[in-house]
């Protein structure tokens, strides 16, 4: 991370003759449109831009803008992050004191795992806040560059912990949620913060067999494209007015994503309806640079900022359409209406911030530190810990009862983890309770000791003082997994089993025969088949990423103070699932070289399926509201036409599927209501089943029952075909509620096949006009702009 940069912006403000936020009382623009309140918000941007010179403009393409002084507008930093909790690398955390501090939640990964909507907006309006917070005190900005939701489509992925999971659906409404939260009601006055959907589109590849993000093309069919990988995007721009998306490193179909016109034009604006002058697209960090090399698209350096200002790219992370349009425009390779549209689009984002307009009448602009790691957030940031983690086995031993003779045996990499249970683009968290800090704080003897040292180590010398700490203890906790050591940002996987001599040392201590949990860490799944089989291991979690609290999360859990009910968001392959298909095969049917991917299309044995969980209780379910066992086309098009639905894949299947839902059993626990949906209809190869609808319920006590309404939509009956094209077609569905499951709703669909949503189709013949024959060293990554030799540099 290049946190001199933040730094160096941080003095450039403080050292400035500007303030943070432009002057519209007594600054140079006082008069002007840019600082009428009653005019729209492109309005306003227009009178602004119309004063820019063209050097002035082509200035504010970077993401960190200069501003322009003679016109009183500071210099502005358009990245920020807040995966799950404000961070760097341009937000300033304190030393000490004030604003040295924010709230870290839990990973997406594990967070997805709560399936709970709820919880979602209310972690992002902490963020959002905590964002406004550090703002007001000139240390972040108001855009940030979340969430990454590109589906978790291969375990391999270094960056999958950044998600919410593999599936489309659960992702499109997880980011609906979350984007309420970041950026408040669209008919609000104002805009808490700016969110960005990332990486768009076909991002899931880091660094694999040669392949890397930068350069890699991935071939992605129309089918699968509609299908898994842009329903969140869509969910984004379409249905929860996102302010900005971020254009990715790789190709798709062979075109750089920032300069395909079909991808930011065709589809984000058009297709999506994604037309508001309010919203803009960056570029992720000198993905301008990566459309000239090394995916050799445009024809040199001052092309491919062309291109990408031409296709739809708004700003450039970095400095690259700032260094290079001056002399696109002196060879007139782009014209100044389009930059215009995208300085536009920029401060017509910033108006609605309430970045121009006095602070007195703004409720965002008053909050301070105070806002900032409350108690509330700290327990928001618990529950969201406790609600993601899964439990995948128990023979019973869980929740441990202990007393005050109890000697607790807590073993392993992560048992004494700090910046660990964060994971990546984390800020500086209120506080880092590990497992061994949360034990330590029980009425027990805690007999602590790491083992198997750092991810790979498979040498035993750092065992040794295990085992007179296993002998001294009754049970046995064993926390460990992955961590950002093998799956991270630039890093994909090479295997998916267990690393270095952590299975040894489970089996070793597994057979001293004392009730045994092991806790899995770690964003990608692991192929924990070895604990699941092995009798004597009591019981396995899986602990994801889970944020400040999560030590006292996972043993709450272990406890029984708190009891678990997330479910898997990802499925566990076996670990030979990697030898099977190349990281790179972007399908997601089964073929001859690849056995479907996902719960959905995948033609093995999981270790353990998606949506996978256990409780402490047993749970059985019914559907309470069956209408009908058939319905015609027709007439679910006629209802859907007198809706007021604004598209016809968002009209509702009838009213929402009431699931009563009974704990049979005596502990209180959470239920997480999960959908379905089966049948042979549609294009073959069909899917196993997909999810539809979900909803946690809480706090079921023993004996007692809770209602579950689903919504289901036409959209979510419909299935893709081969052009992209979203079906309804005739035939016998069932609906399937859990995974094993414990209730079913069969009806069928008669009649004639209708189009929901006619997708639009790639333009033919797509091929750049880059060097060919380029033989010089890339090294890739923001900031690094290569010299290769071969091409006259
Ligand atoms: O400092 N860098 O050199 C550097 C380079 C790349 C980088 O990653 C990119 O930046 C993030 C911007 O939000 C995107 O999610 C990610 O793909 C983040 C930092």
């Known amino acids: 991370m290049p946190v001199n940069r933040g730094h160096l912006l941080t003095l450039l403000w403080a050292g400035s003759a500007y303030a943070l936020f432009p002057d519209c009382v007594n600054g140079p623009l006082k008069n002007n449109t840019l600082c009428n309140t009653s005019a729209s918000p492109a309005e306003r941007a227009r009178a602004l831009v119309s004063l820019y ?20 507008i500071p210099p502005y930093e358009w990245w920020s992050e807040g995966l799950h909790g404000i961070a760097g690398p341009f937000t300033n955390f304190s030393d000490e004191g004030d604003y040295s501090y924010s709230t870290s939640f839990p990973q997406p990964i594990l967070m997805g795992a709560a399936f709970d909507d709820e919880l979602i907006t209310a972690v992002a309006t902490v963020i959002s806040t905590e964002a406004r917070a550090f703002n007001n005190a000139n240390r972040t900005g108001l855009d940030f560059w979340t969430p990454n939701i590109n589906p978790f489509r291969d375990p391999r992925w270094g960056r999958g912990q950044e998600t919410p999971g593999e599936d489309p659906y659960h992702l499109s409404s997880y980011v609906h949620a979350l984007i309420k939260g970041l950026q408040g009601d669209a008919s609000d006055p104002y ?17 694999w067999n040669g392949n890397l993000r930068y350069q890699f093309d991935a071939q992605i069919s129309q089918q699968d494209l509609v299908e898994y990988y842009l329903p969140p995007f869509q969910s984004c721009a379409r249905d929860s007015n996102v302010g900005a998306f971020m254009c990715s490193y790789n190709s798709v179909n062979g075109v750089p994503t920032c300069a395909d016109p079909y991808l930011l034009q065709t589809i984000l604006r058009e297709h999506w309806g994604w037309t508001n002058e309010e919203q803009w697209v960056t570029s992720d960090c000198d993905a301008v640079q990566n459309i000239f090399l090394p995916h050799q698209w445009s024809s040199s350096r001052e092309q491919a900022a062309a291109d990408a200002l031409i296709a739809g790219t708004d700003v450039n992370c970095g400095t690259y359409m700032p260094d290079h349009l001056p002399s696109a425009f002196a060879q007139g390779l782009v ?50 810990a406790v609600e993601g983690i899964v439990l995948l086995k128990n023979d019973g031993v869980l929740p441990l009862s202990l007393d005050s003779s109890t000697s607790l045996g807590l073993f392993g990499d992560w048992a004494n983890a700090t910046s660990d249970l964060l994971g990546n683009y984390a800020g500086i968290s209120t506080y880092l309770h590990s497992p061994l800090w949360a034990a330590q704080q029980l009425n027990v003897t805690v007999n602590y000791a790491q083992g198997p040292g750092g991810q790979g180590d498979p040498t035993t010398g750092s065992w040794l003082s295990i085992w007179p700490a296993a002998d001294a203890s009754d049970v046995i906790i064993y926390v460990g997994g992955i961590n950002n050591g093998v799956e991270a940002e630039g ?63 996972i043993l709450d859990i272990i406890t029984g103070k708190a009891a ?65 066992s058939s319905y015609a086309i027709s007439d679910l098009m006629t209802i859907c036409k007198d809706s007021n639905a604004k598209y016809p894949d968002l009209c509702s299947f009838g009213a929402p599927v009431q699931v009563e839902v009974t704990n049979t059993g005596k502990t209180t626990s959470d239920y997480v209501t999960l959908a379905y949906l089966a049948g042979n209809f549609g294009p073959a190869p069909h899917p196993k089943k997909s999810l539809v609808s979900y909803q946690r319920l809480f706090a079921i006590n023993g004996g007692s029952s809770d209602t579950a309404n689903l919504n289901l939509t036409l959209g979510s009956l419909a299935r893709v075909d081969e ?30 096949q209708v189009i929901l949503e006619n997708w639009p189709q790639p333009p033919t013949n797509r091929t750049g006009k880059g060097v060919s024959g380029f033989e010089g060293y890339f090294v890739g990554g923001y900031g690094s702009d290569q010299k290769p030799v071969s091409i006259g540099y």
């Open 491 to 553: 890093m994909d996987r090479g295997s998916i089993a267990w690393t270095g001599a952590q299975l040894d040392v489970i089996g070793q201590l597994a057979q001293q025969g004392k009730p045994m949990v092991v806790v899995q860490m770690g964003g990608g799944q692991i192929d924990s088949s070895p604990i699941a089989n092995n009798p004597n291991i009591s019981a396995l979690l899986w602990g994801g990423y889970p944020g400040q609290d999560g030590g006292v999360a």
């Open 723 to 752: 052009k992209g094209n979203k079906v309804l077609y005739p035939g016998d569905y069932s609906l399937l509620i859990d995974n094993k499951p414990l209730t079913m709703l069969n009806f069928t669909l008669t009649g004639d």
């Open 335 to 384: 014209n100044e209406t389009v930059l215009d549209q995208a300085l536009v689009r920029q401060y017509s984002s910033l108006v609605r911030l309430g970045y121009f307009d006095a602070p007195e009448n703004q409720p965002y602009r008053q909050l301070g530190f105070e806002s900032v790691a409350t108690n509330a957030s700290q327990q928001l940031a618990y529950k969201a």
């Open 53 to 72: 010179t063209l050097e002035e403009k082509i200035n504010a393409t970077g993401s960190t803008a200069p501003g322009v002084p003679r016109l009183g």
């Open 191 to 207: 805009k808490r913060v700016v969110a960005t959907c990332k990486h768009f589109a076909g991002y899931d590849v880091e660094s």
């Open 564 to 628: 678990p009910a997330g479910r898997l968001p990802t499925t566990q392959y076996p670990a030979s699932f990697i030898n099977e298909v190349p990281m790179t095969d972007m399908s997601l049917r089964p073929g001859r070289s690849n056995p479907g991917r996902t719960y959905k299309w995948y033609n093995g044995t999981a270790v353990f399926e998606f949506g996978t969980g256990l409780h402490y209780t047993n749970f059985t379910a019914s559907i309470k509201s069956n209408t009908s």
